[in-house]
């Protein structure tokens, strides 16, 4: 179960965020601010504390918090962003760590390793760590020692397509897991339970799971039954602006 969260809140700069789909438009920041209120109080309705930092002017994808820190029950790991305009947000996140861990547990991943948090996804104590643009070898191997360092574990999956691990992933628990394109016939997520994303509802993939109820981004029908069946109880959230900038509701928060 989680009992803490830790969001960013969107800056006016996002307009100028990454973006693999600039067909989609640029973000409305009003609408982007009153979807991030609509996040946090699903996020508060799962039982959780969120602390939400200030907006960051300075980097336009700094809402994207998910990206710079990997927490764990044993460990946070603060990682090194891969993209060159999100160099430099990873510092950013270190003192509100040092809220909720010791510093004998805040481990750093160093260039030229790069990582982000959006290719991690954390299954039990495992974590399964995406090779992307963003995240080469050598930051998951730092990574993975860390891990090991305090009792877990990791393993590298090569990506071809998408963007981060977990814009076409999402573990739910007892062994469920939604899977969209690439992953479908991945063997490393063979013995998984898995819940294959319709391919017209690709984004959607990108859920989260907070303590039993699973949040769903708005407009995707059948992935919101699909989790429904499951028996979840799920929480929708309209994500239009995020999407614009290949966001999504994992990488809007930390969980822990
Ligand atoms: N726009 C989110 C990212 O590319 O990091």
């Not at 393993?155 to 998408?162: D, I, W």
């Not at 814009?167 to 997520?189: I, K």
Request: charged content about 30%.
């Amino acid at each position: 179960m989680f009992k803490n969260v830790i969001v960013r809140r969107p800056s006016k700069s996002l307009v100028n965020g990454i973006t693999s789909a600039p067909e989609l438009g640029k973000p409305d920041y009003e609408l982007a601010l009153k979807q991030h209120d609509s996040y946090i109080e699903a996020l508060k309705s799962c039982g959780v504390e969120v602390t939400v930092l200030e907006a960051d002017e300075r980097y336009p994808d700094s809402c994207f918090v998910e990206d710079v820190a990997v927490l764990s029950k044993n460990c946070a790991i603060v990682t090194n962003p891969g993209a060159m305009t999100r160099k430099g947000e990873e510092k950013e996140i270190i003192d509100i760590l040092k809220d909720f861990y010791t510093d004998d547990k805040i481990e750093y991943v160093k260039a030229p390793g790069t990582i982000e948090g959006g290719d991690v996804m954390m299954v039990g104590d495992h974590f399964y760590v995406g090779l992307s643009e963003r995240t080469n070898e050598e930051g998951a191997k730092q990574f993975i020692e860390a891990l090991e360092k305090h009792g877990l574990t990791g393993s590298m999956v090569p990506l071809k397509e998408v963007l981060h691990l977990k814009t076409g992933l999402a573990y739910l628990e007892n062994n469920n897991l939604l899977v969209a394109g690439e992953f479908v016939n991945s063997p490393e997520f063979e013995k998984f339970n898995k819940i294959i994303i319709d391919e017209s509802e690709s984004y959607s993939a990108n859920c989260i799971w907070v303590n039993d109820k699973v949040i769903v981004p708005a407009g995707y029908k059948k992935t919101k039954k699909a989790v429904e069946d499951a028996g979840y109880e799920v929480i929708v959230v309209d994500t239009s602006e995020y999407r614009k900038l290949d966001g999504g509701l994992s990488c809007l928060s930390l969980r822990f």
